[in-house]
């Protein structure tokens, strides 16, 4: 058993945890946070995106410990005060999601994407979620959801949100 | 799958590491951004009984200039090498292969190091680590050993890193002013390369001084493909001069035949991306 420390969604946790447990399953099992999903568990599909210290990772290709004295930042840490973060706002008014499975992971790419490129072509979009696969929605509506949130998190758009923030990947 | 338990240790200098290797015998392995070898842990292709962890050790991290050379520390990041101004102004071929490597999250993980190490014959880092003549250093229980790439590679993915030796930065030449491509064919976004062209090329006044190509997946190991090197230098760039040129990289390459591609295929592919590869390189 390895000791370690790690603030998720802005919360302090200390945990014994065994060093083959995955972040993913730390975070599913030992803290409940199951709105980040295993698809795949080959690393290929990206459903378990988290960001881990701002940088986008897959949580089934982490060890928890590796995780120890991180801060980490999962989809049910986004929204503030009840309101949804403007790209999970964004797929839902673009209908961005049939099944909704990699919906987790999409939206937490997406926030490191825009964070790295505030206002991305279509192509830079389809490049930058890469390593999300979705097998329902052909991705047309992921990527126009990616595009509309751009739009409403440029300084001076009226989104409500405080999406600086989140977007630096800042646990909380 | 859930891996099978192992031991885990996490030093912070490379000595600790080195030791922590050799007190951990033959089942020790080593841990580097893990993109790979979770997966296999994972999988359960492999079983370690001890794991050793290289994230805590800072000195292997970064990018520095020594005086001729370009020195990327093993567990600098795909993320970092892609970022890094020195490596783009002067190992252009480096970062180009490096955007192309697996998508964004693997790359903010996964290291330079690690993957070299692993020597995936797919993987994209292998080939222009060859084409660049790079210097891989090693520690081990004797100290610090310098290996040439074009000995670093002995098969498929089997490296000259001994089982108690660490992988602790690659050494590049500078190539500044050349122009670099790297081109690979895959079926889908963030699918391993089917076959790949490493090409870095040095042209002045409409002639080519200098050309050095890697392929990946053209044979266990990268290679060189010398051939179109040599009937490239000298001659006046044109499409027609590089499109000949190519004819001659897949002399000397075994390719394997798999699901994706049959080896004259592959055969193919290499003539064509290598002339691709070429030609962006030089424009």
Redesign the interface.
């Known amino acids: 058993m ?1 000791r370690i420390r790690t603030t998720v969604d802005g919360l302090v946790y200390e945990d014994d945890v ?5 972040l993913v ?1 730390y975070l599913r099992e030992r803290l409940g946070k199951t709105g980040t999903v295993i698809g795949c ?4 599909c ?1 459903a378990c ?1 988290v960001h ?1 210290d701002g ?4 949580s ?4 928890a ?2 995780a120890n004295g991180s801060e980490v930042l999962t989809v049910e840490g986004l929204e503030r005060d009840g309101q949804l973060h403007p790209v999970q706002q964004a797929f839902h008014d673009n209908h961005a999601l049939q099944c909704g499975y990699c919906t987790p992971g999409m939206i937490m ?1 997406s926030i ?2 825009l964070g790295d490129n505030p206002d991305p072509t279509e192509q830079e979009v389809r ?2 979620i ?3 696969l979705c097998r329902c929605t052909g991705y047309q509506n992921i990527v126009r959801a990616v595009q509309d949130a751009a739009q409403k998190m440029k300084p001076g758009a009226s989104a409500s949100q405080p999406a600086t923030s989140s977007v630096a990947g800042g646990g909380a | 799958m859930i891996p099978a338990s192992f031991d885990y240790v996490r030093p912070t200098s490379v000595a600790e590491a080195v030791q922590a290797l050799a007190d951990g015998g033959d089942d020790a392995k080593i841990l580097a951004g893990g993109q790979s070898f979770i997966p296999v842990l994972r999988l359960r292709m492999g079983d370690p009984s001890l794991v050793v962890d290289l994230g805590g050790i800072a000195e292997l991290r970064g990018v520095r200039e020594e005086g001729d050379k370009i020195v990327v520390g093993a567990m600098t990041t795909h993320h970092d090498v892609t970022r890094d101004d020195l490596l783009n102004q002067h190992v252009k071929l480096i970062s180009e292969a490096t955007k192309t490597v697996a998508d964004f999250q693997v790359r903010h993980r996964g290291t330079l190091g690690g993957a070299l190490a692993h020597a995936d014959p797919a993987g994209d880092l292998a080939a222009p680590t060859l084409a660049l003549d790079a210097e891989f250093v090693i520690a081990g229980p004797d100290g610090e050993r310098t290996v040439a790439s074009a000995d670093f590679f002995e098969d498929y993915f089997t490296t000259a890193i001994g089982p108690q030796e660490i992988l602790t930065a690659i050494r590049f030449p500078k190539y500044t002013g050349w122009g670099a491509r790297y081109e690979k064919f895959n079926r889908v976004a963030q699918a391993w390369s089917i076959v790949a062209v490493a090409a870095t090329v040095k042209v002045e006044g409409g002639t080519i001084t200098d050309a050095r190509i890697g392929l990946t997946n053209m044979a266990g190991t990268p290679v060189r493909a010398r051939g179109v090197e040599s009937a490239l230098v000298g001659q006046t760039m044109s499409e027609e001069t590089v499109r000949a040129a190519a004819q001659a990289a897949a002399e000397g390459t075994s390719p394997t035949s798999d699901a994706d591609a049959g080896s004259d295929y592959r055969e193919h592919l290499a003539k064509v991306l290598t002339g691709r590869a070429v030609l962006a390189a030089a424009g």
Do not use: F, H, I, Y
């Open positions: 390895a065994e060093p083959r447990m995955l399953q568990d080959t690393s290929n990206g995106t881990l940088l986008s990772v897959k089934c290709s982490v060890l410990v590796q790419q490191d994407l490049e930058g890469e390593g999300n």
